[in-house]
C-alpha cells in the first residue's frame, strides 16, 4: 500500500494566511512564499528522515522542514513504522509558540 501525504486544513489555512500577509506587503512576494511552501512539501515527501525532529511523544515524532527565505516552517507527522504516512500539521512562523503548532499534533 502507498504511503499517504496529507495536508491538514489546518495547515493550508496558516498557508493561506501567511500568503495573504506577504502578499500584501509587496505584491508577488505571496506567490514567492508559496514557491517555498512547495519545495518544503517536495522535500518532506522525497527524506524526511533527513529532517530534524521537534517533538517526539510516546511513539508520534513531529518533525520539521525550514523553508528557503522565509522564516516558517512545516510542521509533519510521519508514521514511519506502520503506514508510512505522513501528515502535515502546521505552516508557521519561526517566533509562534511552539504549543500552537503541538496541540494539533
Do not use: K, N
Not at 9 to 33: C, H, K, N, Q, V
Not at 66 to 89: A, C, K, N, Q, Y
Amino acid at each position: 500500500m502507498t504511503p499517504r501525504f496529507i495536508v491538514r486544513p489546518e495547515a493550508e489555512a496558516d498557508m493561506a494566511e501567511a500568503y495573504d500577509w506577504y502578499e500584501a506587503r509587496s505584491p508577488g512576494l505571496g506567490d514567492d512564499f508559496l514557491t517555498a511552501v512547495e519545495d518544503g512539501l517536495v522535500a518532506v515527501r522525497q527524506d524526511p528522515q533527513r529532517l530534524p525532529v521537534v517533538h517526539r511523544e510516546g511513539g508520534m515524532e513531529v518533525r520539521r522542514a525550514r523553508l528557503r527565505r522565509f522564516p516558517f516552517g512545516l510542521f509533519f507527522i510521519w508514521d514511519r513504522m506502520e503506514t508510512g504516512d505522513m501528515s502535515v500539521i502546521a505552516c508557521m512562523h519561526a517566533r509562534r509558540d511552539p504549543r500552537r503548532w503541538l496541540r494539533r499534533a
